[in-house]
């Protein structure tokens, strides 16, 4: 599975957990609610399992290993180009 395709899995997760962590939160009474987390942030650090900070790191390695094949495979076409240009000036002369 690609990190595209992992990460988004995950966000749909995180999204279902915290829609069930706003239900929660709003059942409980008064006094429990205080000590509940205040932000969204509180609340998906104490219920996810989720490392979006990983999540996103691996996505830009990833997509800076692409940039790095893609300039790869450019260079090797553009050599290739020049080598059948050499080949094809050989078989004129």
Not at 31 to 45: D, F, G, L, S
Not at 69 to 91: F, H
């Amino acid at each position: 599975m690609s990190v595209y395709a992992t990460l988004m899995t995950d966000v749909a997760k995180l999204k279902t957990r915290l829609s069930t962590i706003d239900l929660v939160l709003r059942s409980l009474p008064a006094a429990t609610n205080a000590t509940a987390p205040k932000t969204v942030t509180q609340v998906m650090e104490a219920q996810s399992s989720i490392n979006l900070a990983q999540q996103l790191q691996d996505l830009a390695t990833a997509k800076y290993a692409y940039q790095a094949n893609a300039q790869i495979m450019s260079s090797a076409d553009g050599l290739l180009d020049k080598l059948y240009e050499i080949q094809s000036d050989r078989l004129r002369a």
